[in-house]
């Protein structure tokens, strides 16, 4: 008996032109990153049992609409990775390097239609391999994380609507090779995190963690005549995540108090820096690979709790603070 493994599969991804109409999947294809893998795949065709009088048995199947779920992990690395945004903000606004996702920062930049795209996995089986295409993928959220001594990882949490007997295949021949990431890995030693103090943006600590998730609640559409989605929607981006850092002022707390009286922010939010709007800024900036970037700049950022540990015997102090964003954007500072 032969057990397969990793070693004989790969996972590429390409953005549709048409929602659930499968672009062509090669080795210029995309991937999502370093150490790519699939965390979770399911496919469900919501079977609804049918029972008759006279009996407690069910008599029949019926089956209603189709729908799957992809989860998929990566390392973010300085090249390749920020495609993933696409699926949420659609294309860049260069379409190049630099890369900008969207094109500015502030409410009412972001698209307000998602962007499918199409998941291709294989597995070599001998002298055969399996494929299946996930078509009609829309991407529920996208979530990048990083801590002291760790990565910056990324995940991928998407619905597909549609996939067929026929892209779902067992043949004879080889895979498509996985094609490698060109990018180097960004790490916590890449990153700053920094909070406008009204002016500037300032760093407040030394970070120990730091996470943020894009959700944008997209959801598949059906019709009438078919079990697979026809199209998609998205209600509203929530822009979230969390970071701890050394305590060492009160200016982060204070803002949390001033939250609940009159002399607060009228939006709630804290003040921008001199340019206006900006609020937060994480940057993970790599010496390698000719100095390219990745910054992702936040606007309307509200910090509704405050957490303090460590306020104990030869242990050191840390803040902990939960954030939410109005509006973010992705960008390379350097091609």
Known sequence: MVTYTGAQSNLYYAYETTFGTAPTINTSS???GLNGRV???SLTTNRIDINKLGQIEPTAYAYGQQTGRLGVGFIFDTRTSHRIFEGIYAADASNS?????????GQGQTSPETKSFTTQVQLQTGGNKI???LLGCITNSISLSTSIGEPVNGTLD?????EVASSTAVSSGDIIAQTGVTGDP??????TFKVSDGTNLVTIGEIQSVDVTWNQNAELLYQLGSHHAADKFRRVLDITGRFQTT????????????????AAETDGSIDPDSAGNVGASLTFAHAGDSGKTMTIEFEGVSFGEHSVTGLEPVQPVFEELPFKARSAKIASITA
Do not use: E, I
Request: aromatic letters at 14%; charged letters at 10%; hydrophobic letters at 40%.
């Open 247 to 262: 305590w060492k002022d009160v200016s982060l707390l204070t803002h949390v108090l001033n939250q609940a009286v009159d």
């Open 97 to 105: 390097s630099p890369f900008h996702y969207p094109a500015t920062l």
């Open 158 to 162: 998407a619905t597909f609507g549609k």
């Open 39 to 41: 965390t979770s795949l």
């Open 30 to 32: 995309n991937v999502f």
């Open 131 to 133: 494929t299946r295409q």
């Open 186 to 191: 960004l790490t916590f030693a890449h990153g």
